[in-house]
């Protein structure tokens, strides 16, 4: 164990986890040349009002997603895996704050997962702001399970222009970590990509970018790892369990 890791035994990891995590797993990243984005404008299926102007557009965008998901051949890989891993073996605590909306993280073991972004097998009504559980299509026609009325129901996802989920008790553990590890994300999305230069301002954490190249906020990493997650991350993950960081 070094200096850093004697100073607080057993100090908190936050880590951080964008689309480059699910990758391997056949999921599509965002902004890499073959991204959901270069495929699909954010304008017409990922914000309020992409939602208000056009519902059906937006489900049907959300269905294919989560019928993939859904689909067998979509497994959690050895990332997620040593991730899982690590909450089991690391005596501290550890929080995944996952900008994804897939369910990997869960299926691979990890219990104390956040999804700022919201989670694609939810659905939340627009009326009574119930949540349920969803894994087949949504349409205008379905009803709320809860207040039974019809054409309230979205996916529960954060869109473009709206809040992430749980911000403050994100900040609050940001604050009292010894290590933050961001994942497969490309620091091109606020607030999450701001997070590191708040782990900075709080003082004393280290702080660790594994990436297949730099994000945009690389140069504030103590630590950078370059590669595919599911080579990189175990290894890591391995490092951190047998010798702290
Ligand atoms: N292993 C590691 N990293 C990878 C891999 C891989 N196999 N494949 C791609 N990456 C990296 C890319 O280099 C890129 O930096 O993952 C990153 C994915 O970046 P984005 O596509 O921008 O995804 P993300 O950072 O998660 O996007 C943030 O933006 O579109 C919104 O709400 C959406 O949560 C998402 C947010």
Known sequence: MNEKTREKPNPGIVVLTG????????LDTFRDADGIWSRVRIEDVATPEAFARDPERVHEF???????LAAGEIVPNAAHAALGRL?????????VVTQNIDDLHERAGSRNVLHMHGELLKVRCGFCDAQAACTGDLGVDVA???CAVAGGL???VVWFGEMPLEMERIYQVLEGCGLFLSIGTSGNVWPAAGFVAHVKQAGGAHTAELNLEPSEGAVLFDETLYGRATIIVPAYIEKILTAGW
Not at 62 to 68: L, P, V
Not at 87 to 95: D, N, S, T, Y
Request: charged residues 25%; aromatic residues 6%.
């Open 62 to 68: 959300y269905n294919a997603r989560r019928a993939g």
């Open 144 to 146: 709320c399970p809860e």
């Open 19 to 26: 689309a480059g995590i699910s990758r391997e797993s056949g």
């Open 87 to 95: 909450e089991a073996e690391w005596p501290g605590g550890v929080l």
């Open 154 to 156: 979205r996916p529960h």
